[in-house]
């Protein structure tokens, strides 16, 4: 089993509960994804238009969203916050 490589990824989200994108590579294979300030929330999805809208994930203030044994099909990640300027950390393996 070979080693995997980890690729971070900083998405600041400059506006207020918009949607902001970032693109991972297609062979990644375990992904996390927080708030870079742990008293901030962050939603996430797979498809555009979602974390402003009603179906996207929630990853609660402290909490981190872990994926494992990946195999993408999209390779786009949708993050936004409800808080201006908030960072969000994506470590991606791959």
Known sequence: MRKLLATQYIVQC???AAQH???????TRKLTVQARVATN???????SGVV??????TIQAGDI???DDMSLV????????LVTGAFVEI????
Request: hydrophobic share 50%; charged share 15%.
């Open 74 to 81: 999209t390779a786009t990640l949708y993050v936004a916050s």
């Open 52 to 57: 402003t809208a009603s179906r996207y994930h």
């Open 14 to 16: 400059i506006a207020t």
């Open 65 to 67: 969203y872990t994926e």
């Open 91 to 94: 470590m991606a393996w791959r």
């Open 41 to 47: 929330v962050v939603r996430l999805a797979w498809a």
């Open 21 to 27: 994108t970032q693109v991972l590579p297609l062979d």
